[in-house]
């Protein structure tokens, strides 16, 4: 059994290739914005004791040398360090004056723990650790609260998803004596706003079912490079599959007009670009048919014509039904499940399975009965 941090199940969502060698290097190693966040969160968690346990009042020099304490603390662990750090510094210190101005927003009566950690178990058999901010109780509902230094907003419904925070509530709901109901409340320090989302039911369920995946895809997948604007801030660009082609070449065109990978890439790109035109073209004339479509409907019936003839074909019109489901099939499949034809009428999900024999996540009497072919593929995206 593994015990899994949400940190990590990020880290190897932003590069698996890159987790799996910081895993097996010695020592840990943070970027600039994770000791920027680390530092904010510390200091308000920090300003929060003190506050709403001891009931101190926090002036902004407090607040700051909280922060410049925590930033001092994790900074050693920078790799690689940044030319300038002094935007993030300006950054962090804006986030604890946001801090400041936000904290009067909830009840301190309320407030039950202040930076506290749970485990849950994963149907897989792993847990996972479930660290909560502030964790408030009123009546029958608790309510989890994160500090988040991410500039971005998101709307109720996207962060209603929220993945770590359905956790954390699944954590309270099943942890805090007559808790009945969870609210969801993010602090955005970047930007100085709160939301909050209820949870919905079965929702927290659902999310250890999907950490469960991801945990066993960590541990099975061949921990591949995933390229993003994060590659600038790791320490294995130079041996990174993923980028030894292109910083072999360095951008110097002599080399790159010589180089025959160059040259097939650009072929590739090309013909992808004609079949990208070809399928727009298509979807033209698609809708332009059909369109010729409702006109002969329309010719028909107002003749009384059930086909109609051209000069090289004819034309049947048949009315017919289709039939339009709910995009949340919810309600549908719990009616299936009453009337016992959820059976008959449903079916597996292949592409599912067909991903997670190839991923060696699939239970492997079922996955001894496919033929696993390995296939070479070319993704092809355009770099300018
Ligand atoms: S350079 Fe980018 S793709 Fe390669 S290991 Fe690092 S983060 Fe991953």
Redesign the pocket.
């Known amino acids: 059994m593994t015990l899994y941090t949400f940190d990590g199940i990020r880290r190897h969502r932003?590069?698996?290739?890159?987790y799996r060698?910081d895993s097996r290097a010695p020592g840990w190693r943070i970027t600039a914005d994770e000791c920027m966040d680390m530092a904010v969160r510390d200091a308000v968690l920090a300003s929060e004791t003190r506050r709403v346990m001891r009931g101190e009042r926090i002036s902004r020099d407090d607040a700051l040398s909280f922060f410049w304490e925590s930033w001092d603390r994790h900074y050693p662990d920078v790799d690689p360090l940044p030319e300038d750090a002094h935007g993030l510094i300006r950054y962090g210190e804006r986030c604890m004056d946001r801090y400041l101005s936000a904290c009067g927003r909830y009840d301190v009566r309320d407030v039950s723990a202040i930076g506290v950690s749970g485990t849950l178990s994963l149907p897989n058999g792993h847990e996972v650790l479930v660290p909560i901010d502030i964790l408030m109780f009123h009546g029958s509902t608790a309510t989890v609260c994160q500090f988040v230094t991410d500039p971005g907003l998101r709307s109720a419904s996207e962060l209603s998803r929220d993945r770590e925070m359905r956790l954390r509530a699944l954590w309270a709901l099943g942890n805090i004596a007559g808790c009945r109901s969870v609210r969801m409340r993010w602090e955005f320090l970047g930007s100085g706003t709160s939301t909050e989302a209820s949870v919905r039911r079965g929702d927290p369920e659902l999310a250890l079912g999907e950490v469960a995946d991801i945990v066993s895809e960590m541990e099975a997948q061949e921990p591949l490079?995933?390229?993003?604007a994060?590659?600038a801030?790791?320490?294995?660009?130079r041996t990174?599959?993923?980028?030894l082609h292109e910083l072999s070449l360095a951008g110097d065109p002599t080399m790159m007009s010589m180089d025959e990978g160059v040259r097939l890439v650009d072929e590739y790109g090309e013909l992808q670009e004609r079949i990208d035109a070809l399928r727009r073209r298509q979807s033209e004339l698609e809708a332009r048919r059909d369109s010729v479509g409702e006109s002969i409907v329309a010719f028909a019936d107002a003749n009384g014509f059930m086909a109609v003839t051209g000069h090289s074909g004819k034309a049947l019109v048949r009315h017919e039904r289709k039939v339009e489901l709910p995009e949340d099939k919810t309600e549908i499949i719990e009616a299936l499940r009453r009337r016992r034809l959820y059976d008959d009428l449903s079916m597996p999900n292949y592409p599912r399975l067909r991903s997670d024999i190839a991923k060696g996540v699939a239970d492997p009497e079922v996955a001894s009965l496919a033929t696993v072919v390995p296939v070479d593929k070319v993704y092809y995206r355009r770099t300018r």
């Open positions: 932003r590069c698996p290739y890159e060698m490079p995933r390229e993003s994060h590659c801030e790791c320490p294995y660009m990174c599959p993923r980028k």
